[in-house]
């Protein structure tokens, strides 16, 4: 007799349709396949809530190599067997597991393929989900995602001064995995800016790459070294900007930044570094370094990080941080920053 030890499993999931009640509401539907196994009439499925097989949630006989099952999001256990024509029954399957997550939100509005003509905002909508309340919008140009904002408890997120093009939108919730996101819609935004639409159109390079123009800032400092020697200074900058899986981007940096104090007068810093950056919902965390180079004294190696707050749909920040400095000639250098950013993506990837 052959053994079930030569079925393949195959586990999908789908949202659960069949029931409309609130407890059955966040149940998922399981669909188990397996290969079939010539001179077996039936087959039985398994389901456990432990891997030893004794907290059984579901165990049923089929004729076909399929069973669906409605469970809630959780982890399970599960094994199959089989029968002959003489109802002989062959050893149980190895114990797998899988993981039923909750169900991504049900999106409301835009509708699909809405259009929009002339207009200062979109207002993203959906429905609270049965079970978590982390969710994440995400909005994407082609391969390009635009910006990704995680939401604690909200159901609804204005996209402000959107760029004409062609968009995809989908709301996620996180779960106990990652993120499990819902379909994917389309808009369409025009009215707003044809030329510079008509521009993004004609570079398809533009849109392919993960390589965005980022963002200029401007910032002025305190640079303390030592227990009474202050650098009040000023500077600006530019930030472009790789866009890499959801929310982390990585962030190359060149700036300039004038200082001056009683003793050395006024004299430049070059500075070149980069920085590691995540998003979530309108806020931006940054941590990195490099190299400034001060006329005065030499070379210093800094590290440090930048909090950001992200507005105008992702058009413009502002932004505080903190730097530690060391040169060989120099210790004990502190540099605290406030200032401001602007992106030079036309849809606002740069700045977010």
Request: net charge positive; proline share 3%; glycine share 12%.
């Amino acid at each position: 007799m052959k053994l079930l030890k030569n079925i393949l499993l195959l586990v999908t999931l789908a949202v659960s349709v069949l029931s409309t009640s609130a407890q059955a509401a966040s149940k998922r539907e399981v669909t188990f396949r397996w290969g079939i196994i010539t001179g077996m009439k039936e087959y039985e499925i398994q389901i456990s809530r432990d891997q030893e097989m004794t907290n059984v949630v579901g165990q049923a006989k089929t004729t076909t190599t399929q069973y669906k099952a409605y469970l809630r999001p959780g982890r399970y256990y599960y094994r199959i067997r089989s029968y002959d024509v003489k109802d002989l029954v062959g050893a149980w399957s190895s114990v797998e597991g899988i993981s039923v997550n909750t169900a991504p939100p049900r999106q409301i509005e835009p509708a699909n393929k809405k259009d929009f003509n002339n207009v200062k905002k979109i207002e993203f909508t959906w429905a609270r989900a049965s079970e978590g309340s982390r969710y994440v919008l995400e909005i994407s140009q082609g391969k390009i995602i635009i910006f990704t904002r995680e939401l604690d408890g909200g159901l609804s997120y204005t996209w402000q001064d959107p760029s004409d093009g062609d968009y995809e939108w989908r709301v996620g919730l996180r779960n106990q995995v990652g993120i499990e996101f819902g379909p994917k819609r389309l808009l369409r935004v025009s009215g707003n800016d044809p030329e510079l639409a008509k521009k993004e159109n004609e570079s398809s390079e533009y849109i392919e790459s993960p390589l965005s123009l980022g963002s200029l800032w401007g910032a002025g400092f305190l640079t303390k070294q030592g227990a009474n020697n202050n650098f009040r200074s000023g500077g600006f900058g530019w930030r472009p900007r790789i866009n890499l899986a959801d929310q982390w981007k990585i962030d190359p940096e060149l700036a300039m930044v004038v200082l001056k104090d009683a003793n050395t007068g006024i004299f430049a810093s070059v500075d070149g570094g980069g920085y590691l950056s995540f998003l979530f919902s309108d806020f931006e965390l940054s941590a990195g370094g490099g190299v400034s180079w001060w006329v005065s004294h030499n070379m210093f190696m800094r590290v440090g990080g930048v909090v950001s707050y992200v507005f105008g749909g992702g058009r413009h920040r502002v932004f505080g941080g903190m730097q530690f400095l060391s040169g060989a000639d120099v210790a004990s250098v502190q540099n605290y920053s406030i200032g401001y950013g602007i992106s030079l993506g036309s849809r606002g990837n740069g700045g977010k």
